[in-house]
């Protein structure tokens, strides 16, 4: 069949858990479809062809986006959370533009394993309502995205609840070999979000703490560029030789390995927790958005939660705790959600053969 599919998402854009989404979805399209033609729109074509071995496109170039569209087959939005607006109505808006023109251009449209909301704007969830019933299919990562969607309208029987495109990169041999966890250190991704002095002076307080229990370095993952790193390099200079920065260009395979040597990963990051989760690593989040509440409890693992304004202390006790009790999910439970990740591109491709 050899479809031609353009993706659109947060591409191209520094974010290392959108890059591991866009692979993964990837890798899972062409082993249902072998042929498949893909075509991303990215905020840096070039870094992305690169990356990702299919041609990009600029994501903000209207020629660009109206051939993409008008030469398609199929329009696929996601993953990641594209349609929110807690800091600005117009990340959303342009998401939601791109179906629009989709629809416009009669080419179908799937909404792919999408974390959904937060939506406080009127004109945004109504346009999300319109345009999600319009879509062929649609995926999303979690129960409270598809609560959310229900509420806005959109009817249950059309959305199907699957994984995080990512948990398709779990294999049995990726999961870490236990019992030297003594001897390494705990890693901590964090990312600017609130009052910047209050998340550093917490930050550097949980660091300290961390150090104190182990004899290996604090490492410090930044997810995504510049800001995170910069807050990461913050820390270690404030902290010294008890604290390391993960490398620029590790790619997601070298995220992986990273954090598989950690002795327990405390995360603000999504997807940092998620690379944590299907390589074996025990973890705990520090909840800022609704998304990461949502990904604990996929996980059964509420009571590893904290607010990411918690105490420094109780995130040093339930790191240590965590490190004692090991992993978050047993294997047999990410081989579905393995699964559920790889049926977003099952269901992408099915939509798609199924016609007008």
């Known amino acids: 069949m050899n479809p031609r599919v353009l993706i659109s998402g947060y591409y191209g854009c520094g974010n290392a858990g959108d890059e591991a989404v866009l692979g993964a979805m990837l890798g899972a399209l062409r082993s249902v479809e072998p042929g498949i033609r893909p075509v991303v729109l990215s905020a840096t074509p070039a870094a992305t062809s690169a990356a990702h071995g299919c041609p990009s496109l ?18 696929i939005s996601g993953g990641g959370s594209l349609i929110q607006d807690v800091t600005s109505a117009a990340s959303a808006l342009y998401y ?3 179906i629009r023109l989709a629809r416009l251009a009669r080419k179908p449209v799937v909404i792919y394993a999408q974390g959904v ?30 609560t959310l969607l229900r509420e806005l309208g959109v009817p249950a029987e059309r959305v ?27 890693g901590l991704a964090l990312r600017p979000w609130g009052d910047d002095q209050v998340l550093r002076s917490r930050a550097s307080r949980l660091v300290s703490l961390l150090q104190a229990e182990s004899p290996a370095p604090v490492g410090l993952l930044p997810m995504h560029e510049p800001g995170d790193r910069q807050l990461a390099e913050g820390l270690r200079q404030e902290l010294g030789e008890g604290a390391e920065v993960a490398p620029l260009g590790l790619g997601t395979d070298g995220l992986l390995d990273w ?29 800022y958005d609704p998304k990461v509440v949502e990904l604990m409890r996929l996980l059964h ?16 006790d339930l790191a240590l705790k965590s490190a004692e009790q090991g992993p978050v999910t047993p294997p047999d439970s990410l ?4 699964r559920l990740a790889i049926l977003n591109a099952e269901i992408a491709l099915s939509a798609l053969r199924k016609g007008s």
């Not at 600029?58 to 329009?75: G, H, K, N, V």
């Not at 909301?117 to 979690?142: K, S």
């Open 58 to 75: 600029a994501r903000m170039s209207p020629p660009a986006l109206l051939t993409a569209i008008a030469r398609t087959d199929l329009l």
């Open 96 to 98: 939601l533009f791109l």
């Open 117 to 146: 909301g937060p939506i406080t704007r009127e004109p945004v969830r109504r346009a999300t309502a319109r345009l999600f019933c319009a879509a062929r299919a649609v995926t999303v990562r979690d129960e409270g995205s598809a």
């Open 160 to 186: 199907t609840v699957t994984a995080d495109p990512v948990f398709g990169q779990y294999e049995p041999e990726g999961i870490r070999q236990q019992g030297s966890n003594g001897q390494q250190g705990f």
């Open 259 to 287: 954090v598989s040597r950690r002795r327990a990963l405390v995360a603000m990051r999504l997807h940092a927790l998620i690379f944590a989760v299907i390589r074996g690593v025990p973890c705990v989040a520090l909840s």
């Open 301 to 316: 693992a509420e009571e590893r939660c904290l607010d990411f304004q918690a105490d420094p202390r109780q995130a040093r």
């Open 335 to 338: 081989f579905e959600l393995r």
